[in-house]
Every structure is written in structure tokens, then in C-alpha cells.
């Protein structure tokens, strides 16, 4: 079965760093492009970053560039997000994807509060 | 930036009823458009993917049309597990991805 876990979500103040960890399984993770997608707490989903399959490309949506690094080990089939200078409009549940063209597969998420 | 609007924000109808869901794109995407289901406190689950294609394992009373900016989802016969909030999503942007602002369905 084809299965994403979140984990690394948490409390953190702004101005705080936090890193998120996808853990991936059931399919071949180093053939894919993979990708994190956010959703603010009543509101729309919201694409952040994806990642070539070598990782070797990245791309950002303009309001995370310079904060936010997307990662990938594919010898632990893992993706990670390292948040860095963390804002309060960063709080949300963060999804990670396997990404086809279009994202088919999602994890179950991780939520991230960023308040004092 | 390729902007994306949905219409209606949300609608309510009853089990049997045909419900249409229209996204508009600010520029043409050709067939670059996904279509997906979210329900409360769970991940979203694809639909339909280049604008008309059925993801495996999904009700065949969704459907899906449209090329360049203008797409519909269209639910031939509502029932009650439809209950959810959905969203278009446009992939024609080389990475760079922009969801809609999702149409809420109830019954």
C-alpha cells in the first residue's frame, strides 16, 4: 500500500525553526517528485514546495522562498521541510505528496502552531 | 501568477440531484487541471486529473470538463458520502501550482 506519514509538527514561537518529516512507502520513492502542500485552519489548501526526484530541483511559493528548505533522503525514503524563521500565518496542517503531474497520494498531515 | 476562481463557493442540493462545479483559470492551462474531494479533518483525495480523467477507484458519477479556462466537475447523482469541500487545482505552470478556493457541497 502506498502510504505517506507526517511527523515533526509541534508549538513553536515566531521567529522559531521546526522540521518537518515525511516517511514514504509502497512505491519506488526515488522515482517520483514529491511535494508539500499546507492548509491554514478553516481555510483553502495552499502548494509550498516541490522537489525533483534526485533533488536536485526545488521550487517555493513566493511567501515561504528563503524561509522554508525541502529536502529528500532517498535511501530512508524520506522528504523533509526545515522551517526557519517561522510567522504565525505559517500555522497549518502540513501535507506531503506524492506527486504524479498532479498530486495522487496524500499523508494524513501534521499540524504546525506558530504563536507565543 | 495563474490565479483560480471557483464557482459556486458553496451548495447545498439533495441525494439524487446533479450538482455541477465550475473553476475558471486567469489564463489557459489547456488540460492542466485536477479536481479534488476533502472531507473534514481528513487529507484530500484526488478525483479527476488532466481536466477529464477518472483516478482509479473513484465513483464514476464524477466527471470532469474543460480545457484552457474553463473547467466543471460535474456529480451526475449526489449521495450522502459527497458531503465535502472540493478544489481545483491547476498544474500548468511548470511547478508551481495553485489550488482554488474550493466549493463547499451538503445535502
Known amino acids: 500500500e502506498v502510504q505517506m506519514v507526517e511527523s515533526g509538527g509541534g508549538l513553536v514561537q515566531p521567529g522559531g525553526s521546526l522540521r518537518l518529516l515525511c516517511a514514504a512507502s509502497g512505491f519506488t520513492f526515488g522515482d517520483y517528485w514529491m511535494t508539500w502542500v499546507r492548509q491554514a485552519p478553516g481555510k483553502g489548501l495552499e502548494w509550498v514546495a516541490n522537489i525533483k526526484y534526485d533533488g536536485r530541483e526545488t521550487f517555493y511559493v513566493d511567501s515561504v522562498k528563503g524561509r522554508f528548505t525541502i529536502s529528500r533522503d532517498n535511501a530512508k525514503n524520506s522528504l523533509y521541510l526545515q522551517m526557519d524563521s517561522l510567522r504565525a500565518e505559517d500555522t497549518a496542517v502540513y501535507f506531503c505528496a506524492r506527486l504524479e503531474a498532479y498530486m495522487d497520494v496524500w499523508g494524513e498531515g501534521t499540524t504546525v502552531t506558530v504563536s507565543s | 501568477d495563474i490565479q483560480m476562481t471557483q464557482s459556486p463557493s458553496s451548495v447545498s442540493a439533495s441525494v439524487g440531484d446533479r450538482v455541477t462545479i465550475t473553476c475558471q483559470a486567469s489564463?489557459?492551462?489547456?488540460?492542466?487541471l485536477a479536481w479534488y474531494q476533502q472531507k473534514p479533518g481528513k487529507a484530500p483525495k484526488l478525483l479527476i486529473y488532466?481536466?477529464?480523467r477518472l483516478q482509479s477507484g473513484v465513483p464514476p458519477r464524477f466527471s470532469g470538463s474543460g480545457s484552457g479556462t474553463h473547467f466543471t466537475l460535474t456529480i451526475s447523482s449526489l449521495q450522502p458520502e459527497d458531503v465535502a469541500t472540493y478544489y481545483c487545482?491547476?498544474?500548468?505552470?511548470?511547478?508551481?501550482?495553485?489550488f482554488g478556493p474550493g466549493t463547499t457541497v451538503d445535502i
Open positions: 489564463q489557459g492551462i489547456s488540460s492542466w
Open positions: 487545482l491547476q498544474a500548468s505552470t511548470l511547478h508551481l501550482f495553485t
Open positions: 488532466a481536466a477529464s
